[in-house]
């Protein structure tokens, strides 16, 4: 792990997720495309600003070394690198959620339950369970408004079916 760290600003429930999977300060695995994100937008620190303080609502997260750009000289994020991060964050964040929910509905609970489970899941508080449920249905209405139905259509036999 390195000792040199970006604060994030991220959504509370990202937050929650990034420290459950990955440990606080967020330290990702070596060849994710979240490193690959970091190492791409490093760059040395302009002269006459100082590094930056952690903020209450952001998340550290450790700088992947480089051989190509040492953590020395290069380990500063501008604003938009750290956009650049954030949306490399929660497009896994995304990736999981969906994988994870899709077909939810098969198993013969609420989506809502089912995201709750989800929630505990992965170290998310359930004050998220109703956005987190409607971010779910936003992602797959989208593609349902396009033609594209991704749902998941098994449903789980019990014996009476047979």
């Known amino acids: 792990m390195s000792k040199f760290l970006v604060y994030l600003k991220v959504k509370p429930f990202?937050?929650?997720?990034?420290?459950?999977h990955f440990g606080n300060p967020v330290s990702f695995p070596a060849q994710s495309a979240e490193n690959a994100c970091l190492r791409r937008f490093l760059s040395r620190l302009p002269s006459g600003k100082n590094p930056d303080m952690q903020a209450e609502d952001e998340v550290a997260v450790c700088l992947p070394d480089s051989k190509q750009k040492p953590l020395i000289t290069y380990n500063y994020l501008s604003p938009s690198a750290k956009a650049a991060v954030i949306e490399c964050i929660e497009d896994t964040f995304r990736l999981q959620m969906?994988?994870?929910l899709n077909g939810v509905e098969s198993c013969g609970c609420s989506i809502l339950t089912g995201v709750r489970a989800w929630c505990e899941g992965n170290g998310i508080s359930l004050d998220?369970?109703?956005t987190l449920k409607m971010r779910y249905q936003r992602m797959r209405n989208a593609y349902l408004k396009n033609g594209v139905d991704l749902r998941c259509r098994t449903r789980i036999k019990?014996?009476?079916e047979k």
């Open 14 to 20: 990202v937050r929650q997720w990034l420290t459950f």
């Open 98 to 100: 969906w994988k994870e």
């Open 128 to 130: 998220y369970d109703y």
């Open 158 to 160: 019990d014996s009476a």
